[in-house]
């Protein structure tokens, strides 16, 4: 091979073309940063927090990061930090927690031992031991969730708070050299599945998102419809405005795994479904019957670590189905999937009335081909939704249908 022609451009037009593009660089990147989605400013978000760091100890390193002012008062937000052996560039996930939660180590820790760096926030304006920081922002209880606002008062308010501490902890994670900022996502557990959904929408900075039980269309049905009930119809305009998830999942652009169980005590089936529906994109969704509700179980399936790895690295994808059909009693969906099937059910309820309460049947269903196939029982169900189980024993759904 003979050497390689160098190509020779004039020196004006050269500096010319490198100020166009540094010019046309600083316009994409600034109306990025520059935009506002709710209440949030994002060209102050994007940027990474002023940050303390601790010592490593047993795997964990502590963090105080720079927080959103509170009533006047500048803010610290504490979290832990873990990654995998090595250099990296690691993938990463933002780990946010849910009501009663904290920066909990052991879901870092869980994270590293799969090959990821992970970072995990208190949102209750707590340090190490949950004890209050002096420096904190709002607490999490429903007062602080759900108390009155208005235009000028809305950054006080925990859910604003809260997503921009989770956007922050992503910014201060991309600033670390042994992060891959192209692959890092970001999932929560309950409150913190809530505000995943929130936060896809509003940081597109994110890869993939994965909220558990946590959903939006609070004030349609939720465990917190007797405080919507309290309040004004301009209050709740106000507060579904600025903190419902249903005004922010239409925005999501990255892959998300919506989660959760048939009988969730705080986050119903019909509002996850409309969440669900709510988001354009790509989207997977997991719905086991009786799931339990806790952080523990909230982190534990299997399938999200599939999820993650599928998307940041190179991992075999999770099977995914259509989304019901249906002539007279007989169902389906279509299925593709790059690992071999092993079953698949029908699951149905004949309730009426609470979510909470509903007793549920599950029946095997047929693996016909491309194809699951399930006959509807007599009477006829008020919601159904089939799933499959692949060799690995990882589990996704069809949205659940609902009829009433």
């Known amino acids: 091979m003979g050497p390689r022609r160098r190509h020779t451009m004039p020196l004006g037009r050269m500096i010319a073309c490198h100020l166009m593009g540094y010019l046309a660089?600083?316009?994409?990147?600034?109306?990025?940063?520059?935009?506002?989605?709710?209440?949030?400013?994002?060209?102050?978000?994007?940027?990474?927090?002023?940050?303390?760091w601790g010592e490593v100890k047993d795997g964990i390193r502590e963090v105080y990061y720079e927080g959103e002012p509170y009533q006047g008062h500048a803010t610290r937000v504490y979290a832990v930090y873990a990654q995998p052996e090595g250099e990296g560039p690691f993938p990463a996930m933002v780990c946010v927690h849910g009501g009663g939660g904290t920066a909990f180590p052991e879901w870092v820790r869980l994270w590293a031992s799969q090959g990821y760096a992970a970072i995990s926030m208190d949102l209750a304006g707590c340090g190490p031991e949950r004890k209050r920081l002096s420096d904190g922002g709002p607490d999490q209880t429903d007062v602080s969730k759900f108390r009155d606002f208005d235009e000028a008062t809305v950054t006080d308010m925990w859910s604003y708070h809260a997503v921009a501490a989770v956007i922050r902890g992503h910014s201060l994670l991309r600033s670390l050299p042994q992060i891959d900022d192209d692959r890092i996502g970001v999932t929560g557990i309950s409150w913190g599945g809530y505000l995943t959904c929130i936060?896809?929408?509003?940081d597109h900075r994110f890869s993939l998102a994965v909220p558990v039980y946590g959903c939006g269309f609070l004030h349609e049905n939720s465990v917190w419809l007797p405080r919507f009930e309290k309040m004004t119809p301009e209050q709740r305009e106000r507060w579904v405005r600025f903190f419902d998830p249903s005004n922010y999942l239409g925005r999501v652009k990255c892959p998300i795994f919506f989660l959760n169980g048939t009988n969730d005590f705080a986050y119903p089936l019909d509002s996850y479904r409309k969440s669900y529906d709510r988001v354009p994109g790509e989207k997977l969704i997991r719905i086991e019957v009786r799931m339990k509700h806790s952080h523990p179980d909230g982190?534990?399936?299997?399938?999200?670590?599939?999820?993650?790895?599928?998307?940041?690295?190179?991992?075999?994808?999770?099977?995914?189905?259509?989304?019901?059909?249906?002539?007279?009693?007989?169902?389906?969906a279509e299925v593709t999937s790059q690992t071999a099937l092993r079953e698949a059910h029908l699951n149905y309820t004949l309730d009426a009335g609470r979510w909470q309460e509903r007793q549920w049947v599950t029946v095997p269903a047929r693996l016909e081909g491309q194809r699951i196939v399930a006959e509807l029982p007599e009477p006829q169900p008020t919601a159904f939704y089939l799933d499959v189980v692949d060799e690995r024993g990882a589990m996704v759904s069809t949205p659940p249908e609902i009829l009433r």
């Open 199 to 202: 936060v896809a929408g509003v």
């Open 25 to 52: 660089a600083v316009l994409l990147w600034g109306s990025a940063l520059a935009e506002k989605i709710g209440p949030w400013e994002l060209e102050t978000l994007y940027q990474p927090p002023r940050a303390e």
């Open 299 to 332: 982190w534990a399936p299997q399938e999200i670590r599939l999820f993650a790895d599928s998307l940041l690295k190179g991992g075999t994808p999770l099977p995914k189905l259509t989304p019901l059909r249906r002539d007279g009693r007989r169902v389906w």
